[in-house]
Protein backbone atom coordinates (compact mmCIF):
# COMPACT_ATOMS: atom_id res chain seq x y z
CA UNK A 1 0.00 0.00 0.00
CA UNK A 2 1.41 3.39 -1.00
CA UNK A 3 0.23 6.80 0.59
CA UNK A 4 0.48 10.12 -1.24
CA UNK A 5 0.60 12.96 0.19
CA UNK A 6 -0.67 16.00 -1.59
CA UNK A 7 -0.86 19.87 -0.87
CA UNK A 8 -3.88 22.10 -2.20
CA UNK A 9 -3.16 23.79 -5.47
CA UNK A 10 -2.47 28.08 -5.22
CA UNK A 11 -5.60 29.74 -3.98
CA UNK A 12 -7.82 33.47 -4.57
CA UNK A 13 -6.37 35.33 -1.11
CA UNK A 14 -8.80 37.10 0.38
CA UNK A 15 -7.90 39.01 3.18
CA UNK A 16 -11.51 39.45 4.90
CA UNK A 17 -11.70 36.08 4.66
CA UNK A 18 -10.28 33.67 7.24
CA UNK A 19 -7.53 31.11 5.36
CA UNK A 20 -9.19 28.18 5.80
CA UNK A 21 -12.60 29.35 4.18
CA UNK A 22 -10.37 30.39 0.78
CA UNK A 23 -10.72 28.67 -2.48
CA UNK A 24 -8.61 27.84 -5.24
CA UNK A 25 -7.32 30.19 -7.95
CA UNK A 26 -8.10 30.00 -11.70
CA UNK A 27 -4.39 29.09 -11.92
CA UNK A 28 -4.72 26.73 -9.45
CA UNK A 29 -7.78 24.78 -10.36
CA UNK A 30 -5.60 24.07 -13.73
CA UNK A 31 -2.77 23.43 -11.56
CA UNK A 32 -4.96 20.61 -9.77
CA UNK A 33 -6.10 19.28 -12.99
CA UNK A 34 -2.41 18.77 -14.21
CA UNK A 35 -1.60 17.33 -10.84
CA UNK A 36 -4.56 14.56 -11.74
CA UNK A 37 -1.90 13.16 -14.69
CA UNK A 38 0.16 12.24 -12.23
CA UNK A 39 1.27 8.23 -12.59
CA UNK A 40 1.60 8.32 -8.69
CA UNK A 41 -2.35 9.23 -8.84
CA UNK A 42 -3.45 5.82 -10.96
CA UNK A 43 -3.45 3.24 -8.71
CA UNK A 44 -5.43 5.72 -5.83
CA UNK A 45 -8.56 4.02 -4.61
CA UNK A 46 -9.95 7.07 -1.97
CA UNK A 47 -9.05 10.29 -1.73
CA UNK A 48 -9.09 11.75 1.70
CA UNK A 49 -9.26 15.61 2.09
CA UNK A 50 -9.14 18.25 4.59
CA UNK A 51 -12.69 19.95 4.67
CA UNK A 52 -11.22 23.13 3.74
CA UNK A 53 -12.33 24.27 0.39
CA UNK A 54 -9.03 25.04 -1.06
CA UNK A 55 -8.18 20.93 -0.46
CA UNK A 56 -11.83 19.76 -0.80
CA UNK A 57 -11.68 21.41 -4.89
CA UNK A 58 -8.09 19.96 -5.51
CA UNK A 59 -9.24 16.11 -4.16
CA UNK A 60 -12.21 16.88 -6.54
CA UNK A 61 -9.64 17.73 -9.28
CA UNK A 62 -7.58 15.06 -9.46
CA UNK A 63 -9.62 12.16 -8.21
CA UNK A 64 -11.47 11.55 -11.48
CA UNK A 65 -14.70 10.65 -10.31
CA UNK A 66 -12.93 7.98 -6.97
CA UNK A 67 -14.25 7.99 -4.07
CA UNK A 68 -13.58 11.20 -2.06
CA UNK A 69 -14.12 11.32 1.63
CA UNK A 70 -13.43 14.56 4.26
CA UNK A 71 -11.33 14.57 7.30
CA UNK A 72 -11.19 16.94 9.91
CA UNK A 73 -8.79 15.85 11.37
CA UNK A 74 -6.43 16.97 7.68
CA UNK A 75 -7.56 20.26 8.55
CA UNK A 76 -4.31 22.82 8.58
CA UNK A 77 -2.43 23.88 11.50
CA UNK A 78 -5.35 26.39 12.94
CA UNK A 79 -4.13 29.80 13.39
CA UNK A 80 -7.43 31.82 14.25
CA UNK A 81 -5.93 34.32 16.05
CA UNK A 82 -3.26 34.95 13.52
CA UNK A 83 -5.48 36.75 10.80
CA UNK A 84 -4.36 38.20 8.05
CA UNK A 85 -0.50 38.46 7.17
CA UNK A 86 0.17 40.73 4.78
CA UNK A 87 3.21 39.89 3.63
CA UNK A 88 5.39 36.75 2.80
CA UNK A 89 7.95 37.79 4.86
CA UNK A 90 5.42 37.80 8.04
CA UNK A 91 3.65 34.53 7.02
CA UNK A 92 7.35 33.15 7.10
CA UNK A 93 8.12 34.35 10.13
CA UNK A 94 5.13 32.55 11.62
CA UNK A 95 5.86 29.06 10.55
CA UNK A 96 9.33 29.62 11.70
CA UNK A 97 8.18 30.09 15.12
CA UNK A 98 5.43 27.82 15.20
CA UNK A 99 7.74 25.10 13.61
CA UNK A 100 10.62 25.47 16.14
CA UNK A 101 8.65 25.88 18.91
CA UNK A 102 6.49 22.69 18.08
CA UNK A 103 4.97 22.43 22.17
CA UNK A 104 3.52 26.03 21.93
CA UNK A 105 0.95 27.69 21.39
CA UNK A 106 2.44 30.69 19.00
CA UNK A 107 -0.03 33.26 18.81
CA UNK A 108 -3.22 31.67 19.34
CA UNK A 109 -2.15 28.81 17.34
CA UNK A 110 -2.38 24.96 17.64
CA UNK A 111 0.56 23.63 19.09
CA UNK A 112 2.70 22.14 16.06
CA UNK A 113 2.95 19.18 18.29
CA UNK A 114 -0.85 18.67 18.59
CA UNK A 115 -1.43 18.68 14.73
CA UNK A 116 1.41 16.54 13.93
CA UNK A 117 -0.07 13.91 16.13
CA UNK A 118 -3.75 14.67 14.56
CA UNK A 119 -2.47 14.40 11.30
CA UNK A 120 -0.35 11.26 12.12
CA UNK A 121 -3.39 9.71 13.82
CA UNK A 122 -5.99 10.45 11.16
CA UNK A 123 -3.42 8.57 8.19
CA UNK A 124 -2.90 5.63 10.51
CA UNK A 125 -6.15 5.13 10.96
CA UNK A 126 -7.19 5.91 6.94
CA UNK A 127 -4.59 3.55 6.15
CA UNK A 128 -5.74 0.35 8.46
CA UNK A 129 -9.49 1.10 7.17
CA UNK A 130 -8.34 0.60 3.85
CA UNK A 131 -6.67 -2.78 4.28
CA UNK A 132 -3.70 -2.34 2.06
CA UNK A 133 -5.31 -0.54 -0.60
CA UNK A 134 -3.13 2.98 -2.56
CA UNK A 135 -4.35 6.23 -0.22
CA UNK A 136 -4.18 9.86 -1.41
CA UNK A 137 -4.49 12.27 1.31
CA UNK A 138 -5.16 15.67 0.60
CA UNK A 139 -4.34 18.50 3.30
CA UNK A 140 -2.02 21.49 3.93
CA UNK A 141 1.67 22.60 3.95
CA UNK A 142 2.43 23.12 7.81
CA UNK A 143 0.99 19.77 8.57
CA UNK A 144 2.31 17.64 5.39
CA UNK A 145 5.51 18.76 6.64
CA UNK A 146 4.91 17.90 10.14
CA UNK A 147 3.89 14.23 8.69
CA UNK A 148 7.11 14.26 6.53
CA UNK A 149 8.78 15.11 9.83
CA UNK A 150 7.51 12.29 11.24
CA UNK A 151 7.82 9.20 8.86
CA UNK A 152 11.71 10.40 8.55
CA UNK A 153 11.78 10.87 12.32
CA UNK A 154 13.24 14.14 12.38
CA UNK A 155 12.28 17.66 13.97
CA UNK A 156 9.64 19.82 12.51
CA UNK A 157 11.82 21.92 10.27
CA UNK A 158 11.31 25.10 7.73
CA UNK A 159 12.91 23.70 5.05
CA UNK A 160 10.52 20.92 4.51
CA UNK A 161 7.46 22.97 4.39
CA UNK A 162 9.24 25.76 1.89
CA UNK A 163 9.74 22.64 -0.39
CA UNK A 164 6.50 21.52 -1.06
CA UNK A 165 4.61 23.41 -4.30
CA UNK A 166 1.03 24.55 -4.54
CA UNK A 167 -0.54 22.03 -5.94
CA UNK A 168 2.52 19.15 -4.76
CA UNK A 169 2.19 15.25 -3.90
CA UNK A 170 4.85 12.93 -2.15
CA UNK A 171 4.83 9.29 -1.76
CA UNK A 172 5.42 7.21 0.98
CA UNK A 173 5.65 3.74 1.44
CA UNK A 174 3.89 3.59 4.61
CA UNK A 175 5.05 -0.14 5.94
CA UNK A 176 8.29 0.98 5.27
CA UNK A 177 7.60 4.60 6.01
CA UNK A 178 10.22 5.15 2.96
CA UNK A 179 9.64 8.27 0.63
CA UNK A 180 9.46 7.06 -2.84
CA UNK A 181 8.79 10.24 -4.49
CA UNK A 182 9.60 13.81 -2.15
CA UNK A 183 7.47 16.91 -2.73
CA UNK A 184 9.06 18.93 -5.69
CA UNK A 185 10.04 15.96 -7.50
CA UNK A 186 6.60 15.37 -9.90
CA UNK A 187 6.50 16.60 -13.26
CA UNK A 188 2.66 16.76 -13.06
CA UNK A 189 3.00 19.67 -9.76
CA UNK A 190 3.33 22.98 -10.63
CA UNK A 191 5.64 24.81 -8.67
CA UNK A 192 4.57 27.74 -6.58
CA UNK A 193 5.45 27.73 -3.02
CA UNK A 194 3.70 29.87 -0.36
Not at 146 to 173: C, F, N, Q, T
Amino acid sequence: MRLVLIRHAAVEIAPEVPANRWFLSAAGQRAASALGESEALRSVTTFATSPEPKATATASAIANGRPIVEIAALAELDRPAAGWLSSQAAYMALVTEILHQPRRSIRGSEPAAQAQNRIVQAVDELQARLAGKDLAVVSHGIVLSLYMAHIRRLPSDLAIWEKIGLPDLAVVGPLQRTVLVDFGSDPHAARSSG
